[in-house]
């Protein structure tokens, strides 16, 4: 092992991405970023040769050609660690496990990988159509475009981050909505910092379900299991879904001028301290449940609010500013 403590040098992208999927606008890296210390050595499964990259909370397997791209890595990794860990602060128990992330050439790659080592999720894994996917503390991507792929370690980043921190059972629109969230990133002279609200990847997915008229109702996100959306094959439901799970975490912390900001962060908080299930039961028992109801639908009334009506409203018209669309009279 060759320890390392280098200057990573700021992409020289030709064109600096200002959104993690779409947005590019074309300029360069002034100077240098600060001193990312990790360490490097040679890794490789199946005979295929590769890196292995260590910082402070990662192990970074790459086989990567994007000599670019690789150097990245560490820096824009340890980047989304801080992302993640300012909404759901990682207790001191779950340090010194590190995050295991596979960052792989190709699709062929990934799921040669993905096949040897999840052999019973395969057969769901291999209907993604592009990205990748969590388990336990462990992601596994592939190369897509650089942006794509940065965007894509951002949300199951979040994915894995939260699997090794926390043993809290999280409804799936919380657990995709906070992996979105984490998304969308701008590249600042080389340096990544995150812009959740202007997730151009989304925002067009959102337009699609809103022109077409496709726009899940809440509870219906709100019992929504991704994988099971993701199981049934169908591209533009799927993409409606996690659109719709990103704004609707967008509305609660930023939409109706802060209005659900305090009843958002109770629940991060209940996830920290390990009670949002044991609130969540409670919830799903009062009459105002009205019968057999979700576990994501428990979560929502049990922080959020009572009245899905009233904000089922409200998010409809943040929908229609989010997307920059004339709500109809």
């Not at 099971?228 to 879904?241: A, H, P």
């Not at 900001?261 to 039961?281: C, N, P, Y």
């Not at 009459?287 to 994501?296: F, H, M």
């Not at 049990?302 to 943040?318: G, H, M, V």
Request: glycine share 6%; hydrophobic share 35%; net charge neutral.
């Amino acid at each position: 092992m060759i320890c390392i403590r280098r200057q990573i040098r700021s992409l020289t992208f030709k064109c600096m991405f200002l959104t993690a999927i779409s947005s590019i606008v074309c300029g360069c890296s002034s100077g240098p970023n600060e001193v990312e210390q990790f360490t490097e050595e040679p890794w490789s499964f199946r005979n295929i040769q590769g890196t292995k990259l260590s910082t402070e909370h990662f192990d970074i397997h790459s086989t990567l050609r994007d000599a670019q791209l690789q150097a990245a890595l560490p820096e824009f990794m340890e980047a989304a660690y801080d992302q993640y860990s300012s909404l759901l602060p990682a207790p001191a128990s779950g340090e010194g496990k590190r995050l295991q992330t596979f960052v792989l050439n190709d699709r062929s790659q990934w799921e040669l990988y993905a096949k040897s080592n999840y052999p019973q999720q395969f057969p769901v894994f291999r209907k993604i159509s592009a990205g990748g996917f969590a388990v336990g503390n462990e992601c596994v991507v592939y190369y897509i475009r650089r942006t794509y792929t940065l965007s894509v370690l951002a949300h199951e980043g979040m994915h894995q981050y939260f699997a090794n921190y926390f043993s809290t059972k999280l409804p799936a629109w919380l657990n995709e909505g906070l992996a979105t969230y984490c998304e969308s990133y701008e590249l600042p002279k080389g340096k990544a910092r995150f812009t959740p609200q202007r997730n151009s990847f989304r925002l067009n997915a959102l337009r699609d379900a809103m022109t077409t008229d496709a726009i899940l109702p809440l509870r219906g996100i709100l019992a929504t299991d991704a994988g099971r959306v993701i199981n049934q094959g169908r591209s533009r439901l799927t993409k409606t879904y996690y659109a719709q799970a990103w704004a609707l975490v967008c509305f609660l912390r930023h939409g109706e001028d802060g209005k659900y900001a305090d009843s958002f962060q109770d629940m991060l908080d209940a996830i920290v301290t390990g009670e949002l299930e044991s609130r969540a039961k409670v919830a799903g028992l009062q009459p105002s449940a009205r019968g057999r109801t979700s576990y994501g639908e428990s979560v929502f009334r049990a922080f959020i609010t009572d009245d899905l009506e009233n904000l089922e409203s409200e998010f409809k018209d943040y929908l229609y500013q989010l997307v920059g669309f004339r709500k109809p009279t």
